[in-house]
């Protein structure tokens, strides 16, 4: 079968996506679900919270944002302690 067919039969019946891939369909859609099914299917991942992933993101954002005054605000703005502010700021790893 070729993609185009998977496509037409996610699009006509999206609730017989096998769950939680169903929400994935929904919220990303065919092409993302697609590329995971054929990168991975068959295997075990493991997908980390977001704030592991996006961890370096975030200490390059809060190096830019801290102005040596506002460690309270940031920790609420992102959600973290201030200490884990403290540390993502010197070092993210």
């Known amino acids: 079968m070729k993609i185009d067919k998977y496509e037409k039969m996610a699009a006509n019946y999206p609730d017989e996506i096998?769950?939680?891939?169903?929400?994935?369909y929904k919220s990303a859609g065919f092409k993302a679900l697609y590329f995971l099914a054929?990168?991975?299917?068959?295997?075990?991942?493991?997908?980390?919270?977001?704030?592991?992933?996006f961890k370096d993101c975030l200490s390059s954002t809060l190096k830019e944002e801290y102005d040596g005054?506002?460690?309270?605000?940031?920790?609420?703005?992102?959600?973290?302690?201030?200490?884990?502010?403290?540390?993502?700021?010197?070092?993210?790893?």
Request: cysteine-free; hydrophobic content about 30%.
């Open 69 to 93: 005054n506002n460690l309270k605000e940031l920790a609420k703005k992102y959600d973290y302690s201030i200490n884990g502010i403290k540390k993502l700021i010197r070092d993210p790893s």
């Open 38 to 53: 054929d990168e991975f299917g068959g295997t075990t991942i493991y997908i980390p919270k977001k704030k592991t992933i």
């Open 18 to 24: 096998l769950h939680p891939f169903n929400s994935l």
